[in-house]
Nanobody, 121 residues
Framework: QVQLVESGGGLVQAGGSLRLSCAAS????????MGWYRQAPGKQRELVAG???????NYADSVKGRFTISRDNAKIAVSLQMNSLKPEDTAVYYC???????????????WGQGTQVTVSS
């Protein structure tokens, strides 16, 4: 089994900062990419930031310059530093990983349970 465990959500005022963390555990052979998605009430889940095993990053236009995704090389983990938060950033944030559980299996996508981020105006 593979688990993605998120932490760091909460309530913050507009202009403030939060840092989300996601740690992967279980039977993992290799990680192809990890990232963060979010889903606001009544909206579709959207990509916020992604990080490939080669170190390439991509961000939603709405968060460029404010959010930074990074990885912890000591463990299978990824963080999302969120600065200058806006009320429209309010959503449930989900960690995502595309990984291989062995050298002989195709890659699969796993999701964390989600963590709530609420930005008050």
């Amino acid at each position: 089994q593979v688990q993605l465990v998120e932490s760091g959500g909460g309530l913050v005022q507009a202009g403030g900062s939060l840092r989300l963390s996601c740690a992967a555990s279980g039977s993992i052979f290799s990680i192809n990419s990890m990232g963060w998605y979010r889903q606001a009430p009544g909206k579709q889940r959207e990509l916020v930031a992604g990080l490939t095993s080669g170190g390439s990053t991509n961000y939603a236009d709405s968060v460029k310059g404010r959010f930074t995704i990074s990885r912890d090389n000591a463990k299978i983990a990824v963080s999302l530093q969120m600065n200058s938060l806006k009320p429209e950033d309010t959503a449930v944030y989900y960690c995502n990983a595309d990984l291989n559980r062995s050298a002989h299996t195709v890659s699969m996508t796993y999701w964390g349970q989600g963590t709530q981020v609420t930005v008050s105006s």
